[in-house]
C-alpha cells in the first residue's frame, strides 16, 4: 500500500506542473486599441466590433491580417493555442498561420471551411469534420508538442461552447518548417470576406522533468524486484 502510494505521488508529481503562459499581448482585444500589441496591415481590419464573442471588444478583419511575435526569448516547442472566430462568409480564405520567430518558417497554416478545419503540407487536408457556418462562434484549440525532435506531431479541435472539443486524430502535417522551429508567432488572416477574432491565447505545456522520469523507472525496477 505505501508502494503504491508513493508511485501515486510520483506520477502526480509528474503531472503537477503548471502550464506557463505566454506573454500575448492583448490577445483578448480588450487593451487599448483593438491592435494594440498586433501588427495589422492591409484592408480595413482596424476596428472594433458592437457583436463581440467574448468581453466587450474582438478585432474584424476584412481583407486584412494581424499578426503577434510572442516570444523573442524562448522557442515554444509544446503549446495549447486557443481562439475564437466567426466567420462573416465560409470561402477557405480565412487563415491562421503558426510560424517561427518574428514571422518567419511556416509550422501550421490553417483554413475554415464549411467541412471543417483543413491544414497544408503540400496539399490541403482536413484535421477535423465540422459543418462550419457564417455568423457562428467558434473555439479553436491547436495543441502541438516536441517541435524540437523528429517526433513532433499536434491536433486540431473546435467547439461552438468552449467546453467541448471535437478533436481530430494527432497529425504530423506541417507545412515547411523543419524539425526544431519553435511557435514563435501567430497571424490571423482574411485574404477575402471578412471574420471576427477574440481571445487568443498560447500557454506551453511543460515536458516531465529528467530527474522525474528517472524516478519513474526507478520504482518500476523496484516493484519488479518485489513481484
Given amino acids: 500500500m505505501k508502494m503504491n502510494n508513493l508511485i501515486l505521488m510520483t506520477v502526480l508529481g509528474l503531472s503537477s506542473g503548471a502550464n506557463a503562459a505566454i ?3 492583448n490577445g483578448d482585444f ?5 491592435t494594440t500589441g498586433w501588427d ?3 484592408g480595413t481590419g482596424n476596428a472594433e466590433t458592437t457583436d463581440p464573442i467574448l468581453g466587450s471588444q474582438s478585432v474584424v478583419s476584412t481583407n486584412s491580417t494581424f499578426a503577434q511575435d510572442f516570444s523573442d526569448a524562448n522557442d515554444v516547442f509544446n503549446f495549447q493555442l486557443d481562439f475564437a472566430v466567426r466567420l462573416t462568409s465560409v470561402n477557405s480564405t480565412q487563415r491562421i498561420r503558426l510560424r517561427g520567430d518574428n514571422n518567419s518558417g511556416d509550422l501550421i497554416t490553417m483554413r475554415l471551411s464549411s467541412g ?14 465540422e459543418s462550419i457556418t457564417a455568423g457562428t462562434d467558434y473555439f479553436v484549440r491547436i ?11 499536434y491536433t486540431v479541435g473546435i467547439s461552438t461552447d468552449g467546453v467541448t472539443y471535437n478533436t481530430g486524430a494527432e497529425t504530423t502535417a ?3 518548417a523543419g524539425v526544431g522551429t519553435g511557435f514563435e508567432t ?3 488572416d482574411s485574404s477575402s470576406g471578412g471574420a471576427v477574432w477574440d481571445g487568443v491565447s ?10 522525474a522520469l528517472i524516478g519513474l523507472a526507478g520504482l518500476g525496477f523496484i516493484l519488479r524486484r518485489r513481484r
Fill in 174 to 176: 506541417f507545412h515547411s
Fill in 202 to 211: 498560447v500557454t506551453a505545456v511543460p515536458e516531465p522533468s529528467g530527474a
Fill in 23 to 25: 506573454s500575448l499581448v
Fill in 186 to 188: 501567430i497571424v490571423l
Fill in 116 to 129: 471543417g478545419i483543413d491544414t497544408f503540407s503540400g496539399a490541403w487536408g482536413q484535421r477535423v469534420a
Fill in 40 to 42: 495589422a496591415f492591409g
Fill in 143 to 153: 495543441t502541438g508538442t516536441d517541435l524540437d525532435s523528429g517526433d513532433r506531431a
Fill in 30 to 34: 480588450e487593451d487599448g486599441t483593438v
